[in-house]
């Protein structure tokens, strides 16, 4: 099956505007996470599909094949959607821009559960943690699933409520690997009432009836929702 990674990049982010080009060590965010999922074997290329002409000229720079996009469309998944159309593929990764650290082998595991199981439309990542202070942050969103890891709920709390005893927390890894004809789907939908509640696009997937496989990965990653998370990020490259 042909595969390509779409990097959804979007200038104004009301957290952390302009984050997609914030330097981290001598390269903007956006290079590192095009670098990295270049990387991934089952990808026949990364496209960045973005908003803003200073993200398009800056991919340019640094060789990445880019688009520029609407500034209209609400959602990073609107934005891969129209990068997608006119390519003739099965599978498209949506790989979020504000995730350096994410490995190519992750991004491998969540594309060969599509490739294993062809019935399956959608796949996504988890990746178990206890620590607290993730398990506790709003910014950083949770998930739990079936015993045969379809989602049953994504939340920005901390979920399942350890009641009895201390249940394993699985924190949820900003990609999302769609066949396309799905992906095609899924942007056209209209925007369903727990995704606004919890600001959360993926439960649109779930609201409307379709499953989401969730792959367990031992490839942690850490989102740059704030520029806290972002010293987190270089405190990590440093230790690499």
Known sequence: MKAIGIIPARYGSKRFPGKSLVDIFGKPMIQHVWERASQARTLERVIIATDDERILEKAKEFGAEAVLTSPSLSSGTERVAVAARDWDV????????????????????????????????????????????????PNVVKVVFTKDNFALYFSRSPIPYPKEYHSP?????????????????????????????????????????????????????????????????KSHLRKQ
Do not use: C, W
């Not at 595991?109 to 398990?135: C, G, H, V, W």
């Open 90 to 137: 099965d599978i498209v990764a949506n790989i979020q821009g504000d995730e350096p650290l994410i490995a190519p082998q992750a991004i491998d595991e969540a594309i060969q559960s599509l490739i294993d199981n062809p019935k399956i439309p959608m796949a996504t990542l988890a990746y178990r943690t206890t620590k607290k202070e993730e398990i506790e942050d």
């Open 169 to 233: 927390f699985y924190k949820h890894l900003g990609l999302y690997v769609y066949r396309k004809e799905f992906l095609l789907k899924l942007a056209k939908m209209k925007p369903t009432p727990l995704e606004r509640m919890e600001g959360l696009e993926q439960l649109r997937v779930l609201e409307n009836g379709y499953r989401i496989k969730v792959v367990e990965t031992e490839h942690d990653s850490i989102g740059v929702d704030t520029p806290g998370d972002l010293e987190r990020v």
